[in-house]
């Protein structure tokens, strides 16, 4: 709680104060009416004391009963109204400073989430994410507004119901606080029970989160597979975790409230018991002394004022273990550290010829710390400025991790890659993925415009700027026949567009940003022929003076590349042009042979190890036990 406030609540301190104030103005008002009631019965109605109270000076104390009545009244009415008001700062207080907490929390906790690199996310689901973000942050924000509100005012009630207890009779204030140790006992016993399971619970929630979101992300695929009924299962078995869990959770909560009010209770029966016997027979043993009707009236009341704050006490702490949980997932995610080194002070990348090296670079993708299996090794190559080099080969060869090293998603393991002689490490991070272009073969769009997708990254472009582009993407007049034309919603991820509308817009989006190196990865997989061929050309007069590198699984798409690299297993194989290629009668040839339908001319020792490597993708993609 120290940090939330220290890193986030600062800027909010003139709504903590109000809060705070107004909060222990509001609970010490509310303890007026039953110190004044008892006066009143005792000097007024029954003549056994001085009219005197310690906030009022004795100048003010009308000297007849009648008038002492009225002022009696006029003060509680007073304590009443004034105690709203102070009731409606305390509520605006804590609100105000809870929203701007939560609101700079899930701000700062995004851009600290986003700011990590792919290696996260690759052991993330996006479910779990959403349930930091969302639920986590909440449940904090809660417990800022109500719970430690709530703590403050029992707090303040605690202390001044035990102030006027202990000034009006410290024996029967003994015998009314009895409980308070036992009460701390079994308080803390409940945090040590429940600490565990409100942690466990906040886990579920993250992989119920993360079940209902890769379900409905893929809610096409579901049904195209009549698999409704075996993912209602999945949904059912994660659902179930989740109230396995909170089930937990809520059976030793139910138990610690009903516990507390008894204990509270009880002390109230008590204090009933001692004082009545008190007035009517006298002191019990070993108390001594006089007590007043009004005082004892006092007592009952307060006594009944101390009974619920004790029994919120326990609902404050319950919220406090939940927050205690969030906070601590909440906090996992800020402090998580990526594996890219990114100096602040790097300097921008400067690009000037185009020139990029891959020096002997290799790289293996980690899995919860390990290094894992290398899927990148020794790739050396050199591409210049207005050159087009072509990655192709197997599924699984590593050919989009390749490129994706280039735009730093991931950092070498050995070896550099370098722009213009200058290593991608050494530069400011954004400077580099600005200078670089990226389609991939899976197009993204945000909710939005067709305009906005276009315009991403290049924000503040022109109309004019975006329809060119789009132009140059072929993408221009089935926009234009759109209902809104520029202005239509795609929809989430683009649903109300076709797979390759969404590539152009993708490729659209490209064109306008203008980069010196363009990274095309299977960059018309989702256009027809027709379309391709006409993508293809604007891409043409795209890359005549940019550094192109080009993925594709259809080969007749590149055969027209200045080189083509080809990948078997991370490992560069073969390289060359398309014709040099095929007179080598390699990988190249065969997988040419595939496409172009000769199959019966692929020898044995091709098809053994595709089926091999088949095997072996298949089992690499395959999911956790439980997922």
């Known amino acids: 709680m120290w940090r939330l406030y220290a890193e986030y609540g600062r800027e909010s301190t003139p ?107 690759d052991d993330r689901q996006t479910g779990e994410l959403m349930s930091v973000l969302n639920n986590d942050v909440n449940q904090l924000e809660t417990f800022l507004n109500d719970g430690l509100s709530s703590a403050l005012r029992i707090g303040v009630t605690v202390l001044g119901i035990g102030w006027v207890m202990v000034t009006l009779n410290p024996q029967l204030a003994l015998v ?107 002191p019990p043993w070993p108390l001594t002394g006089a007590l007043d009707p009004g005082e004892f009236v006092t007592f009952i009341v307060l006594s009944q004022q101390f009974v619920w704050p004790m029994a919120q006490f326990g609902q404050i702490i319950n919220m406090y273990q939940r927050s205690e949980a969030s906070s601590a997932r909440v906090f996992g995610l800020l402090n998580e550290r990526g594996t890219l080194e990114a100096s602040e002070d790097a ?110 990254g290049s924000f503040d472009a022109s109309d004019e700027a975006v329809v060119e582009a789009a132009k140059a993407a072929q993408a221009h007049k089935f926009v234009r026949n759109l209902p809104d034309g520029y202005d239509t919603m795609v929809g989430e991820r683009g649903v109300k567009l076709s797979g390759g509308q969404r590539q152009r817009i993708v490729i659209a989006r490209t064109i306008l940003k203008d980069p010196d190196v363009l ?31 080009v993925i594709a699984h259809r080969l007749s798409t590149v055969r027209d590349a200045d080189r083509i690299l080809v990948l078997d297993d991370g490992e560069v194989v073969e390289r060359g042009t398309h014709a040099e290629l095929l007179a080598r009668d390699g990988l190249y040839a065969n997988l040419w042979r595939v496409q172009a339908g000769h199959i019966d001319d692929l020898p044995r020792e091709f098809l053994e190890r595709a089926i091999r490597r088949q095997a072996r993708v298949e089992s690499a993609d395959a999911p956790a036990e439980g997922e």
């Not at 195209?224 to 209602?232: D, G, L, N, R």
């Not at 993708?365 to 087009?388: M, Q």
């Not at 050919?399 to 991931?410: A, E, G």
Request: glycine letters at 8%; charged letters at 20%.
């Open 15 to 121: 709504q903590f104060a109000v809060g705070l104030v107004a909060t222990v103005l509001s609970r010490l008002l509310g303890l007026v009416p039953p110190v004044v009631l008892g006066l009143a019965i005792d000097a007024v109605f029954l003549d056994r004391r001085a009219y005197r109270l310690a906030f009022l000076p004795a100048s003010l104390v009308p000297e007849t009963p009648l008038g002492q009545l009225r002022l009696s009244v006029a003060i509680i009415a007073g304590s009443f109204v004034v105690g709203a008001a102070f009731s409606w700062l305390q509520n605006w207080g804590w609100n105000a400073f809870a929203q701007r907490v939560q609101h700079a929390l899930r701000v700062d906790t995004y851009d600290a989430m986003q700011s990590l690199d792919m290696d996260f996310f």
């Open 176 to 282: 009314a606080l009895l409980p308070v140790p036992l009460l701390a006992a079994f308080t803390y016993l409940f945090v040590r029970t429940i600490q565990p399971k409100y942690a466990a619970m906040r886990a579920s929630v993250g992989a119920l989160n993360s079940r209902l979101e890769n379900n409905l992300g893929g809610i096409a695929a579901i049904k195209a597979e009549s698999a409704e009924t075996f993912e209602s299962g999945r949904v059912a078995d994660a659902s179930r975790a989740y109230y396995d869990a909170n089930w937990d959770a809520i059976r030793t909560r139910i138990t610690f409230f009903p516990g507390l009010s008894l204990i509270t209770g009880v002390g109230f029966v008590v204090t009933f018991a001692v004082g009545g016997y008190w007035l009517v027979v006298g």
């Open 347 to 456: 300097p921008d990348l400067r690009v000037s010829r185009g020139r990029v090296e891959y020096d002997d670079v290799s790289f293996g993708y980690r899995h919860a710390g390990d290094d894992g299996e290398p899927v990148v090794s020794n790739v050396d190559l050199t591409v210049e400025r207005g050159e087009t080099l072509a990655l192709v080969g197997p599924t699984g060869a590593g050919k989009s991790t390749v490129l994706k090293l280039l735009l730093r998603m991931y950092d070498v393991d050995e070896g550099a890659i370098r722009v213009d002689g200058t290593d991608v490490r050494d530069v400011n991070l954004r400077s580099l993925r600005r200078a670089i272009g990226y389609v991939s073969q899976e197009p993204f769009l945000f909710y939005g415009t067709v305009r906005e997708n276009v315009a991403y």
């Open 519 to 549: 990274v095309l990865d299977e960059a018309t997989s989702h256009v027809d022929t027709e379309t391709e061929a006409l993508i293809r050309h604007s891409l043409a007069d795209l890359a005549a003076d940019k550094t192109t590198f």
